[in-house]
């Protein structure tokens, strides 16, 4: 039996990237219990999570600190120009320059 909001399948990758970097790059991942922290503190810091089943599963396979190959380009590339789009329209960020965007990626 799990608890509430502890679901073993639950899986999380958080990408990390900044004008400066080649490629993003993802910096945690996880399933479960630590998928649930992931994602728990990117909302604490108001980081977007964004549910892409497909995506994670393919993330999964990159290492920590690794930077995205580039087969995952045009896929994160689309999240990424979703990403900006928000924070645009967020009207704190209207007179704030975009330098790093962050996000998780979730299965639900």
């Known amino acids: 039996m799990t608890k509430p909001g502890n679901d073993p399948t639950r899986e999380a990758v958080a ?3 900044s004008q400066t970097d080649a490629a993003p790059r993802v ?11 992931i994602i ?11 549910e892409s089943p497909e ?9 920590i ?12 590339a689309e999240l ?3 990403l900006y789009r928000l924070e645009q329209a967020s009207p704190a960020a ?3 320059p975009i330098r790093s965007t962050s996000s998780v990626i979730q299965v639900s």
């Open 15 to 17: 990408l990390a990237y």
């Open 27 to 37: 910096v945690a991942k996880g399933k479960g219990l630590i998928a649930e922290q």
């Open 40 to 50: 728990a503190r990117a909302r604490e810091h108001g980081i977007y999570v964004h």
């Open 55 to 63: 995506l994670v599963a393919l993330l999964t396979q990159v290492d």
């Open 65 to 76: 600190d690794e930077r995205i190959p580039p087969q995952l380009y045009m896929a994160v």
């Open 80 to 82: 990424l120009a979703w």
């Open 94 to 96: 209207q007179d704030q």
